[in-house]
């Protein structure tokens, strides 16, 4: 077997699981909304969970996707035109991901979490040097 057809087989591979993933994250999200919802009855906070469990496995099946074309395009086809379409494929791809991050935390990926607020904050803090923010 030539590395090619072994490489080809990996890309297959992790396209599959990319799809298995979508798949499957949808499945386990539909089954724990509507779970959700013949205890609880209808609610929002039950949407919005089964919309973040949806996305969540949206992003894990884009992520394995985008291996898989790399791992076809690099190690199987390296021509300038399989390199292009890979590059558009990625960039759509990489939009969809930041686009349902944003959609699911609130905040860019890059965006760091926000800290949890801290009692007596509006007080005064200590700095690092010991001083309560209120004294500077």
């Known amino acids: 077997m030539e590395f090619q057809e072994v490489m080809e087989g990996f890309g297959k591979a992790v396209d599959a699981a990319g799809v298995v993933a979508i798949v499957i994250g949808a499945a386990v999200a539909t089954l724990l909304a509507a779970m959700a919802l013949l205890r609880r009855g209808a609610g929002n906070d039950v949407y919005e969970q089964y919309r973040r469990r949806l996305g969540r496995s949206i992003l894990l099946g884009l992520e394995l996707l985008v291996a898989a074309d790399i791992i076809r395009t690099v190690a199987v086809t390296p021509t300038f035109e399989s390199v292009g379409v890979l590059a558009l494929i990625v960039l759509i791809r990489t939009f969809l991901s930041f686009s349902l991050e944003l959609e699911i935390t609130g905040r860019w990926p890059w965006q760091k979490a926000p800290a949890p607020a801290v009692a007596g ?12 923010s209120a004294q500077q």
């Open 121 to 132: 904050d509006a007080a005064g803090t200590v700095t690092s040097r010991g001083e309560s």
